[in-house]
């Protein structure tokens, strides 16, 4: 983990001109260098990885942090959360469990990452791993897993937790992502992305429409009946991004929000 502390033994205590200074060693103090970021070997050349990056998000994390003592809810909060969220994405992958061992929609994800406020999630999206429906699934598992955060997570805090975050949002997109230390980190548009949707004005879920086949005789009904293209501005990506947000949600949204998400077809 990217911690830094010098041992005690580190640490000296010299005399200068009648005056006693407590001084670090030249080895404890060169120990502050690059490995304390805890990216491994980061000269190791970078690897791309075509792939599904998706940001969870904690609406109201930060005021959940500033309730009176924090130290004893917030760690209560993210071991349960983080613990319901790792089981939720296993079992939102599983399709059958069979005596010889599980057969899985999609790969599990090969990266995670805390966020601070939430969670960053990468699959691998190449052809030799994921079909063009295996794809589709992670994205319908993303929005199970909002739905779930409300309706089975958060009624298990009532008698234990003050006012926790009141809502999960996921943003998801495709793309190529690059390691870093040999796979320590990675880097890459789609994952600044998938973060960028996540807060979007309005909703709790949303993904890129580049990269993903939602049309089609084996799309499932989800994202014909359910999912709808709009056009938004993203700061720092572009002014005409197409995003798949749900019909249900939009429908809701007034005023600002609801002028946000235009209609691809009339611009």
């Not at 319901?84 to 090969?110: H, N, V």
């Not at 996921?170 to 973060?195: E, H, K, L, P, W």
Request: net charge neutral.
């Amino acid at each position: 983990m990217p911690r830094f502390k010098v041992p005690e033994t580190e640490f000296a205590i010299v005399e200068v001109e009648g005056a006693k200074w407590r001084v670090i060693r030249k080895a404890g103090f060169d120990s502050f260098n690059i490995s304390v970021l805890g990216l491994g070997d980061v000269s190791t050349p970078s690897k791309p990885t075509d792939a599904i990056a998706a940001v969870f998000d904690l609406v109201g994390f930060t005021n959940f942090c500033k309730q009176i003592e924090p130290h004893l809810s917030v760690p209560y909060y993210l071991n349960a959360f983080l613990t319901w969220l790792i089981k939720q994405l296993r079992e939102e992958m599983l399709e059958a469990q069979l005596k010889e061992g599980m057969r899985l929609w999609c790969p599990l994800p090969f990266f995670l990452k805390f966020l601070g406020d939430g969670l960053l999630v990468l699959w691998n999206s190449s052809a030799s791993e994921t079909d063009d429906i295996g794809q589709l699934n992670v994205l319908v598992s993303l929005r199970e897993i909002c739905i779930k955060y409300a309706t089975e997570f958060l009624p298990t805090l009532k008698t234990k937790i003050v006012e926790p975050p009141p809502l999960l949002r996921c943003g998801a997109a495709r793309g190529t992502v690059f390691s870093i230390g040999g796979g320590q980190d990675y880097v890459g548009s789609c994952i600044n992305m998938a973060a960028r949707l996540a807060k979007l004005p309005g909703i709790s879920f949303c993904f890129n429409r580049r990269g993903f086949e939602i049309e089609g005789k084996n799309v499932v009904k989800f994202f014909t009946h359910e999912v709808v293209v709009k056009q938004v501005s993203i700061r720092g990506i572009g002014e005409h991004e197409l995003v798949c947000v749900l019909a249900s949600e939009i429908k809701l949204l007034e005023g600002k929000d609801k002028k946000f998400y235009k209609d691809p077809s009339n611009d």
